[in-house]
């Protein structure tokens, strides 16, 4: 046989093959089926209220940060 031959036939059984394996799969996988509409259930979301104990940043940051200065007696303990 001639080269040029061998491949051409080489070619034509792969392709062969590839349209038998896609032609199988298209048989071995399942059918679609319609599917049933999930339904959503809705969900609660919280809400943010304002209470007259919320602290704003600013304050929380001036109030509650004191600086303390080092004394001699300090350093000795």
């Known amino acids: 046989m001639n080269r040029n ?3 051409v036939v080489v070619i034509l059984v792969l392709v062969v093959i590839a349209g038998y ?3 199988l799969r298209s048989k071995v ?3 679609i089926s319609p ?3 999930e339904q959503v259930i809705p969900t609660v979301q919280p809400t ?3 209470s007259p104990s919320a ?3 600013e304050e929380e940051a001036t109030d509650s940060v004191q600086q303390k200065t080092a004394t001699p007696g300090a350093a000795e303990k």
């Open 21 to 23: 394996l896609v032609w």
């Open 5 to 7: 031959v061998s491949i």
């Open 35 to 37: 599917q049933a509409e």
């Open 48 to 50: 943010e209220v304002a």
């Open 55 to 57: 602290i704003t940043v």
């Open 29 to 31: 996988s399942p059918a």
